[in-house]
């Protein structure tokens, strides 16, 4: 959890909102700093998390989770957090035979098929448990990330209704959050991913956008972000709609500044 | 004129963007216009994924064409979140025909005579998703299409609206939404919030303070007015060229060849070596 974050959001794990979808999304440049901050950020609320991590092993989560001062392992075993690790249970539909379908069953399918048992996974995740151990404040879904889904052979619009259904669950029914990250392909003709990308961004609350510089990679400032809260129009809201800012990624924190201000240039 | 929209039947489309959302002004509509509201709630199971039976048969489409087939009188709206939903998931076709079978109710009246109510229906559709053919399909179905934008916080909606046998008219409102969901009309932003140049600094005279002299006398003020262009075509040069010339002097040259000059018209600059 970066703290600097918490302050442009003007959010803190004790007071965060709930039923939210936030969706996070790179252009020309690496967003993953996002989910970890989101991840440890949820874990310190004390959140049930379910997170669909498709793209990394749960070492690498681990190990990024102990700089910012979560322990996945511990949580994993305490039962706050249930981690789909896409990677190596990929590789189980093809060798271990499967009694019930398996989340990742759409892989085994010849057409473009759909994602339900992914979100019957995801429900029975997160579902309420009346059993007296210590209660989690809400349920949280994180997934990184959702791109991939569309290169694994699955269309848009399948995507979509995984999200669609999610948010039906975890963001109403749960009054959970909702948090997803989405590449922007930028330059590259990708009609699937920009229906995607927009999709999302019209069903969520939250956007934050990391851009790579125009002019190219620094030394000093890694990139830019924009923050876009989607809000009704409202004449008395004091808060802005969209900020942007620069950032810098560090060892263990992600230091933010206004355009221009970094403390290299200054 | 936004307050109005649903005034004329058929069908509205309300076009809007990632920045700007459509669903709160969605919301108002219905809210000013519904004194009676039937509520489909698509949102929890639209694909019939849990498969209760609770579910409508035949999803989302399957009740629009229901709502073709009402026996009631009276009028009706039918607001849709989302057209981009149904655009997804559906045949652009399909839907097309179906929306202009909803819509154009009121122009088929039942067979006993007796006139049905007007219907209208209130799509809200997202620009970006769809390409020009989808949404150039929507658009020519639609009497009134209002796209949403803004400037600075501040929410416009652009109203296209088509009549029948009159020309179409095209404002721009101002507004935003109450918490209550209600419409507030309002005049646009304000001129004093637009950046321009403060008008108590007084301009900066760039010829002060300069090492040369830039400024001009009276009376070279005054030469420099009557000097006249050389090149310039002046009445005075059009009298005098259209004037015969009286005996004026030609100019002549006067040259007197020296010693040496050999002059050869053939060979002028004596360069030539044959």
Same mark, same amino acid.
Request: net charge negative.
């Given at each position: 959890m970066f703290p600097e974050l918490n302050n442009l959001l003007n959010t803190t794990p004790d007071r965060a909102e709930q039923g939210k979808l936030t969706l996070l999304c790179d252009a020309k440049t690496d967003g993953s700093f996002l989910v970890h901050h989101f991840l440890s950020f949820y874990l310190k609320a004390n959140c049930k998390v379910c997170f669909v991590a498709l793209i990394q092993s749960f070492s690498h989560y681990n190990i990024v989770g102990q700089k910012l001062g979560v322990n996945l392992t511990m949580a994993?075993?305490?039962?706050?957090?249930?981690?789909?690790?896409?990677?190596?249970?990929?590789?189980?539909?093809?060798?271990?035979?499967?009694?019930?379908?398996?989340?990742?069953?759409?892989?085994?399918?010849?057409?473009?098929?759909?994602?339900?048992?992914?979100?019957?996974?995801?429900?029975?995740?997160?579902?309420?448990?009346?059993?007296?151990?210590?209660?989690?404040?809400?349920?949280?879904? $994180?997934?990184?990330?959702?791109?991939?889904?569309?290169?694994?052979?699955?269309?848009?619009?399948?995507?979509l209704d995984f999200?669609?259904?999610?948010?039906?669950?975890?963001?109403?029914?749960?009054?959970?959050?909702?948090?997803? $990250?989405?590449?922007?392909?930028?330059?590259?003709?990708?009609?699937?991913?920009?229906?995607?990308?927009?999709?999302?961004?019209?069903?969520?609350?939250?956007?934050?956008?990391?851009?790579?510089?125009?002019?190219?990679?620094?030394?000093?400032?890694?990139?830019?972000?924009r923050i876009l809260w989607r809000r009704p129009s409202q004449s008395t809201s004091q808060r802005d709609q969209s900020l942007t800012y620069q950032y810098k990624i560090q060892d263990r924190s992600v230091s933010f500044f206004a355009k221009g201000m970094s403390p290299a240039v200054l | 004129m936004l307050d109005s929209l649903l005034a004329l039947g058929g069908l509205v489309l309300l076009r809007d963007s990632v920045e700007w959302e459509g669903r709160s002004l969605l919301k108002a509509l219905v809210?000013?216009?519904?004194?009676?509201?039937?509520? *489909?709630?698509?949102?929890?199971?639209?694909l019939n994924w849990s498969k209760t039976g609770e579910a409508l048969p035949g999803g989302p489409l399957g009740a629009l064409r229901a709502m073709c087939n009402r026996t009631d009188l009276g009028p009706v709206t039918i607001a849709l979140d989302s057209l981009s939903w149904l655009l997804l998931h559906l045949p652009c076709t399909t839907l097309c025909?179906?929306? *202009?079978?909803?819509? *154009?109710?009121?122009?088929?009246?039942?067979?006993?005579?007796?006139?049905?109510?007007?219907?209208h229906v209130l799509g809200l559709l997202h620009e970006e998703l769809h390409g020009p053919g989808p949404m150039g399909a929507l658009s020519s179905l639609a009497q009134t299409e209002v796209t949403l934008g803004g400037i600075m916080g501040q929410a416009s909606a652009r109203i296209l609206c088509r009549r029948p046998r009159q020309r179409p008219t095209d404002q721009t409102q101002w507004f935003s939404i109450l918490p209550d969901?209600?419409?507030?009309?309002?005049?646009?932003p304000s001129i004093e919030s637009q950046p321009h140049s403060d008008p108590h600094i007084p301009p900066v005279d760039p010829t002060a303070h300069l090492t040369f002299?830039?400024?001009?006398?009276?009376?070279?003020?005054?030469?420099?007015?009557?000097?006249t262009l050389p090149f310039q075509f002046s009445s005075e040069k059009q009298e005098a060229l259209l004037r015969p010339r009286p005996s004026q002097a030609t100019s002549h040259i006067f040259y007197e060849p020296d010693a040496y000059d050999d002059l050869d018209q053939e060979d002028p600059d004596d360069d030539l070596d044959i």
């Open positions: 994993r075993e305490r039962g706050q957090l249930v981690f789909l690790e896409g990677l190596k249970s990929a590789v189980d539909i093809f060798f271990q035979a499967q009694e019930k379908p398996h989340p990742l069953q759409f892989l085994r399918e010849a057409n473009a098929g759909n994602l339900k048992p992914l979100f019957e996974f995801v429900r029975e995740a997160l579902k309420p448990v009346d059993s007296g151990e210590a209660g989690w404040t809400y349920p949280v879904l $994180l997934v990184d990330d959702l791109s991939v889904l569309l290169s694994l052979g699955l269309g848009a619009v399948a995507v999200i669609h259904y999610c948010r039906a669950t975890v963001c109403w029914e749960l009054k959970g959050n909702v948090v997803v $990250l989405v590449h922007d392909s930028g330059d590259v003709e990708d009609e699937e991913n920009d229906i995607l990308l927009n999709g999302l961004s019209h069903q969520s609350h939250l956007i934050l956008r990391a851009e790579g510089l125009a002019t190219g990679f620094c030394r000093d400032v890694h990139g830019q972000l | 809210k000013k216009s519904a004194l009676w509201l039937v509520y *489909h709630d698509f949102f929890r199971d639209p025909q179906t929306l *202009h079978t909803v819509s *154009h109710q009121d122009s088929c009246p039942p067979g006993d005579g007796s006139p049905v109510g007007k219907v969901f209600s419409l507030d009309l309002q005049e646009g002299n830039l400024h001009l006398s009276k009376k070279e003020r005054e030469a420099r007015d009557n000097l």
